[in-house]
């Protein structure tokens, strides 16, 4: 099926593709490990990468952890997901900062290390300096 351009699973077609039955992921789903999103008709549909996370599950399953420590596993790989997009974000503005204050520079011919002291905040440099650290 085919909302807003997404393509969208319907239990049995998820059931059939990822070779586990539909309780298997009804029990998925109650746990929390994925999401179903209902139609006003109260059918349940499932995004594509539902079959990308049952693969996940099976492999740690095969690996012997638990389904709550998987449930774990993806509510740390969200927040750190969550953390990147949030630093990436941090980055854009000091990117955004510094791209202004170079062009106040060419302006204005002013030495640079003076004006970056002036409107670069430290909370700023430190993270600029801990995002270089981080890509090196």
């Known amino acids: 099926m085919y909302t ?9 077609e998820l059931a059939a593709i990822t070779n ?3 309780r298997t992921i009804d029990y998925y789903t109650n746990l929390g490990l994925l999401t179903a999103h209902r139609t006003p008709s109260n059918y349940r549909f499932y995004e594509r990468d539902a079959i990308e996370k049952i693969k996940i599950i099976k492999e740690l399953k095969n690996k012997n952890l638990s389904l709550e420590d ?3 596993f ?9 953390d990147i997009s949030k630093l990436h974000d941090k ?3 000091l990117e955004k900062d510094v791209s202004e204050i170079l062009e106040i520079i060419e302006k204005n011919k002013l030495d640079k290390s003076e ?3 002036k409107h670069v905040s430290h909370e700023s440099v430190a993270l600029l300096q801990s995002l270089l650290l981080l890509l090196l």
Do not use: A, H, P, Y
């Not at 807003?4 to 049995?12: A, F, H, P, S, V």
């Not at 993806?74 to 969550?82: A, C, G, N, V």
């Open 20 to 22: 586990v039955s539909k």
């Open 91 to 93: 980055l854009k503005v």
């Open 70 to 72: 998987i449930k774990s």
């Open 115 to 117: 004006i970056m002291n």
């Open 74 to 82: 993806f509510k740390r790989t969200t927040d750190d997901e969550q």
């Open 4 to 12: 807003n351009g997404n393509e969208k699973l319907r239990i049995g």
